[in-house]
């Protein structure tokens, strides 16, 4: 099957907030939405959760503890060298691993990013609707194979009673 | 809307018996020959809820500058608590009577065979000590008190007249304070060793009151909300307040680091004094205690998203980071007068009394004024605060 998303373009961000509502009322299940501009509150309505915090904080604590190895490593076990009296496993480790901790986090964390989004420098874009890095807001609903006729008719309805300029079907691959 | 904080007999009862054990204590310290620990504690104590005052008058004044929206349902708050810089400072003019059981620089005979003290002389001596003090206390007094005029006249005028002049009295304010509280905290905490020199020491304590006087604000319209009177406190709000004290925690264990390791790291005697009784005594425990208090256990527990939302793991950290803060003081004031670093009923009891007294000028003053700055330019963008 080629088309396998419904689209509902709009153009103002309230008009979209409240069209989410209006949907999900209709127990029409959104899958994404898209957006030139952060808007406050997308994500609490689509319930989408991430775990790179998550994934950050472990970069972090492996960060801080390989850091705390290798220093501990090269100036108490391999070449213990004194100088100004001071103790070989010292404080003067902390900025070392407080830089380094920051560097790895950073780091694994934007790779992970970019795995996970499949991205890489150069990658052509594949948006559904691309409008939506000017000026447009769209949404997403996903098309299943055992979906009716007459349900694809209820949502494309819905879209445009709630305000929708446009809607289209998709047949951009999309997944995610 | 015009609701006002009501507190009950019980309330009354308690606070008035802490405060009865705060003072007998004090007079059984002075009679059973324990002068200078009293001393120190009635520092301590004093020291401790004048910066929790300065820090979150810093705040609204911050506020006032940047013209923050969130927070501008909870400006009352801080306007309340500075109601405490008049009761602090008739408390501390008692201080003056303990400064030669305190202060070695006070004993003039002493002074003249030492050299570094013969140094600061100009600088540290009585007479002027005194005049920076009332200067000082003045200056604070006077500006956090207009500001909390004009925020009042503020809810029965409104319009953008008294905002402009918040604005501008809070940069006054901020410019005093950066000046006034560094100088204030040199004379009456570092000078305690009066031999060190530390250019970070008043710049850590400023962070420290910073810190907990967000600490203070947070619990307060935590406890405020859960009284039925800040109805608008919502998740972003909380997470605002756990943001500050977690970037101000992160902040805090910054200069910790900054002044300790610079001293460690150079190991001239003339810096390293300070460090020698804190680390290579039974402080030892307190030393890392406090790092651990007020940095790792906010840093740590904060970065979890899930505790910022939630009010009663808001309300633990801040009892614990108010036993930090007394630590931190306990640190910074004990190994340099009594020299021995037991917890006695003085300790406790002291703590007890001040606590109750300022929780009393905080209520009392919360009573008298109307919780919500209705004119606020930016109040409906606080409540919508998503």
Redo the contacts between chains.
């Keep these: 099957m080629s088309n396998t998303n419904i689209i509902g373009i709009y153009e103002d961000e309230t008009i979209l907030l409240d069209a989410m509502d209006e949907l999900q009322k209709n127990d029409v299940k959104i899958k994404d939405v898209f957006s030139p501009i952060p808007i406050?509150?997308v994500f609490e309505k689509l319930g989408i959760t991430t775990r790179l915090?998550l994934a950050t904080?472990i970069y972090g604590v492996v960060g801080t503890i390989s850091v705390f190895a290798f220093l501990y490593w090269t100036s108490v076990v391999s070449y213990p060298l004194k100088f100004?009296?001071k103790p070989l496993n010292t404080?003067?480790f902390?900025?070392i691993m407080f830089v380094l901790t920051i560097f790895v986090g950073t780091l694994f964390t934007f790779l992970t990013y970019f795995i996970r989004e499949k991205m890489y420098p150069g990658k052509e874009v594949e948006l559904p609707v691309p409008t939506t890095t000017h000026d447009q807001f769209a949404i997403l609903i996903e098309k299943t194979p055992g979906m009716k006729d007459a349900e694809v008719k209820k949502i494309q309805d819905l879209l445009t009673k709630t305000g929708a300029i446009e809607v289209k079907d998709s047949d951009v691959e999309y997944d995610n | 809307m015009d609701k006002k904080l009501q507190t009950g007999e019980g309330f009354k009862v308690i606070t008035l018996v802490l405060i009865a054990f705060g003072l007998f204590t004090v007079l059984a310290g002075f009679f059973t020959g324990e002068g200078t620990r009293t001393w120190a504690n009635l520092l301590l104590n004093n020291y401790y809820f004048l910066s929790v005052t300065i820090g979150a008058t810093f705040w609204m004044a911050l506020q006032a500058v940047t013209q923050s929206g969130w927070s501008s349902a909870y400006i009352r708050i801080p306007q309340a608590m500075s109601n405490y810089l008049i009761v602090s400072f008739v408390l501390w003019i008692f201080m003056f009577m303990g400064l030669h059981d305190l202060y070695h620089w006070t004993h003039v005979d002493a002074v003249q065979h030492d050299a570094i003290l013969l140094h600061k002389a100009p600088y540290l001596n009585v007479p002027f000590l005194t005049i920076r003090f009332v200067l000082f206390f003045a200056l604070w007094i006077f500006l956090t008190q207009r500001i909390k005029k004009l925020s009042a006249e503020e809810d029965k005028h409104g319009g953008l007249t008294y905002f402009n002049k918040i604005e501008f009295t809070s940069k006054a304010y901020i410019f005093v304070l950066a000046i006034s509280f560094s100088l204030f905290t040199i004379d009456w905490l570092m000078s305690l060793d009066a031999h060190w020199y530390s250019t970070i020491y008043a710049v850590k304590k400023f962070i420290m009151s910073f810190y907990h006087g967000v600490t203070w604000i947070a619990a307060i319209a935590i406890i405020l909300h859960k009284m039925g009177l800040l109805p608008m406190l919502n998740k972003s709000h909380l997470q605002d307040f756990g943001r500050y004290i977690f970037a101000l925690s992160i902040i805090w264990g910054y200069m910790w680091?900054s002044q300790?390791?610079l001293i460690?790291?150079a190991?001239i005697p003339e810096e390293t004094v300070y460090y020698v009784p804190r680390i290579m005594s039974d402080y030892k425990n307190y030393f890392y205690g406090e790092l651990i208090i007020n940095w790792l256990f906010p840093f740590l527990f904060l970065?979890w998203?899930r505790v910022n939302s939630n009010m009663n793991a808001m309300l633990f950290v801040v009892a614990v980071l108010i036993i930090g803060h007394w630590v931190e003081l306990y640190m910074s004031i004990m190994p340099n007068t009594i020299e021995s670093h037991s917890i006695t009923y003085i300790e406790v009891g002291t703590f007890l009394g001040f606590a109750a007294l300022f929780v009393t000028v905080i209520v009392w003053s919360l009573a008298r004024i109307t919780l919500i700055p209705k004119n606020h330019p930016y109040y409906i963008e606080s409540i919508e605060q998503?």
């Design positions: 406050h509150g915090p904080f100004g009296g404080l003067s902390i900025i | 680091l300790y390791l460690w790291y190991n970065m998203n998503h």
